[in-house]
């Protein structure tokens, strides 16, 4: 069984970085990709960015603008998300997920394995 943990979410400026990390624990796959997705109230979870599992590959959602990044560190079984010129938006939940059999790199959520809970991002002005 995995379990996911994101860390690193909080209140940060318009303008502001902060850095998100997912720590996995138990069984992972050695040809997973990692996604990281987002949340807002009454919408749908959006695609922010995934990472393949050798990290050679980087896909990332319209929005980002070259302002996000994404990293793992396999031997640390983490994965994060590095954000910069963060804008004032809604609070967002942001997850990291797990696709263990991924050839490619998914943008729809429903095709990622396991979750974790998320970590709450707020962005004031």
């Known amino acids: 069984q995995v379990q996911l943990v994101e860390s690193g979410g909080g209140l940060v400026q318009a303008g502001g970085s902060l850095r998100l990390s997912c720590a996995a624990s138990g069984r992972t796959f050695s040809r997973n990709a990692w996604g990281w997705f987002r949340q807002a109230p009454g919408k749908e979870r959006e695609f922010v960015g995934a990472?393949?599992?050798?990290?050679?590959?980087?896909l990332y959602g319209d929005f980002v603008k070259d302002r996000f990044t994404i990293s793992r560190d396999n031997a640390k079984n983490m994965v994060y998300l590095e954000m910069k010129s963060l804008k004032a938006e809604n609070k967002e939940v942001y997850y990291c997920?797990?696709?263990?059999?991924?050839?490619?790199?998914?943008?729809?959520?429903?095709?990622?394995?396991?979750w974790g809970q998320g970590t709450q991002v707020t962005v004031s002005t």
């Open positions: 997920a797990e696709d263990e059999t991924a050839y490619g790199l998914r943008l729809t959520a429903n095709y990622y394995d396991y």
């Open positions: 990472i393949s599992w050798n990290g050679g590959r980087q």
